[in-house]
């Protein structure tokens, strides 16, 4: 274990190199939203513990859209509609607004970082907060359905209305991995917050930016998959109370 002199001086480097970053992008995962009192989806306190992930499989969706649809809900409408951005996310977009930081990567489906006041958000995994329409592609936003009645259906063509991020069995948004991938070709510094690395090909996202010669500063309560493999800075704690160290450090 560090002790706090070293875990200080890290700190003062990490912020040096994001002060000094030209291409800097952020790596996000469930744990910057677990401070906004939204679980993650695996471990012993996870989604996947109230809930069954079949809910979330494409298959099961298209044949038992009403089952579907009532997990859905819950989940998202009920549950992650209720929650609001936290510090971490303010920071980072406070980071884009003082333009440090070039583009936010995030596996999150939840839009807090928009609520927050990022712009350049890339979301891997899509987002939560819009429903569409698979036939025509009509776009909703929660508030505009009324999720009273299940499933919810298109005004124009009466088709069942899909959450617009990904399932399982459905590939990731052609636009988001190929602009991620570019992001992280490009960057200089990359900051991994709240990400263990277990899901691809979101994973592979921050070995890009290694490979390409970027600089890895980690932040995560614990050792990943990234620790001991291409992290150059770890940094262990909250993601809300590292971020407003390295702010005051900037």
């Not at 959450?163 to 991995?177: K, L, N, Q, S, T």
């Amino acid at each position: 274990m560090k002790n706090k002199l070293n875990v200080k001086v890290d700190v003062q480097l990490a912020a040096e190199l994001i002060r000094n970053s030209g291409s800097m992008i952020a790596f996000t995962g469930a744990g910057v939203s677990v401070e906004s009192g939204i679980p993650p989806f695996r471990g012993p306190e996870g989604l996947w513990s109230r809930y069954d992930p079949q809910c979330l499989d494409l298959d099961f969706f298209h044949s038992h859209p009403k089952e579907s649809w009532t997990a859905i809900k819950s989940i998202f409408y009920d549950f992650f509609g209720k929650a609001k951005f936290n510090e971490a996310h303010r920071v980072l977009a406070d980071f884009e607004a003082k333009g440090l930081l070039k583009a936010l990567v995030t596996q999150n489906i939840d839009n807090l970082h928009q609520m927050a006041g990022s712009k350049n958000v890339l979301e891997f995994h899509g987002n939560s907060q819009k429903l569409i329409c698979p036939h025509c592609k009509k776009i909703y936003l929660p508030e505009e359905v009324d999720l009273n009645v299940l499933p919810p259906r298109c005004v124009a063509d009466k088709q069942i209305l899909k959450p617009d991020f990904v399932f399982f069995g459905e590939g990731i948004p052609e636009a988001a991995y190929r602009r991620s991938l570019l992001a992280a070709q490009n960057a200089d510094v990359v900051l991994i917050i709240g990400t263990t690395g277990e899901v691809m090909p979101a994973a592979m996202i921050p070995a890009e930016a290694k490979q390409a010669g970027a600089v890895i500063i980690e932040i995560n309560t614990e050792s990943s998959n990234y620790t001991n493999r291409i992290t150059d800075i770890f940094l262990e704690g909250k993601a809300s109370e590292i971020l407003l160290e390295l702010e005051g450090l900037i």
